[in-house]
Nanobody, 126 residues
Framework: QVQPVESGGGSVQAGRSLRLSCEVPERTNDNWAVGWFRQAPGQEREFVAA????????DYADSVQGRFTIGRDNVKKTIDLQMNSLKPEDTAVYYC???????????????????WGQGTQVTVAS
């Protein structure tokens, strides 16, 4: 069983930054595709960012393009989400997810990701 673990959430003022990390202990020796999603109260879970196993491909939701960056930390063996210029509408529970294999989910919809973390809360105050 693969169990992603998120860390790094918190509460910040608008315009500030946070960095989230996703660790997948069962895959520390492998490169794997990872997606970040978020879900606000009363809203559906939505795609935020994803990176392919090789790191050669990244995708972002339009709402975070230019503000968020997904990247691999080879020392910590994590996939991090650097979030800059945060806005109140970024407030949500953020989830890390991974597909069953090393492939890159083409549609980037939640249903294409098999393993999910418990989530970490990000709150941005205006």
């Amino acid at each position: 069983q693969v169990q992603p673990v998120e860390s790094g959430g918190g509460s910040v003022q608008a315009g500030r930054s946070l960095r989230l990390s996703c660790e997948v202990p069962e895959r520390t020796n492998d490169n794997w595709a990872v997606g970040w999603f978020r879900q606000a109260p009363g809203q559906e879970r939505e795609f935020v960012a994803a990176m392919s196993a090789s790191g050669g491909r990244t995708d972002y939701a339009d709402s975070v393009q230019g503000r968020f960056t997904i990247g691999r930390d080879n020392v910590k063996k994590t996939i991090d989400l650097q979030m800059n210029s945060l806005k109140p509408e970024d407030t949500a529970v953020y989830y890390c997810a991974a597909p069953y294999g090393s492939w890159y989910p083409q549609s980037l919809k939640p249903a294409e990701f098999d393993f999910w973390g418990q989530g970490t809360q990000v709150t941005v105050a205006s």
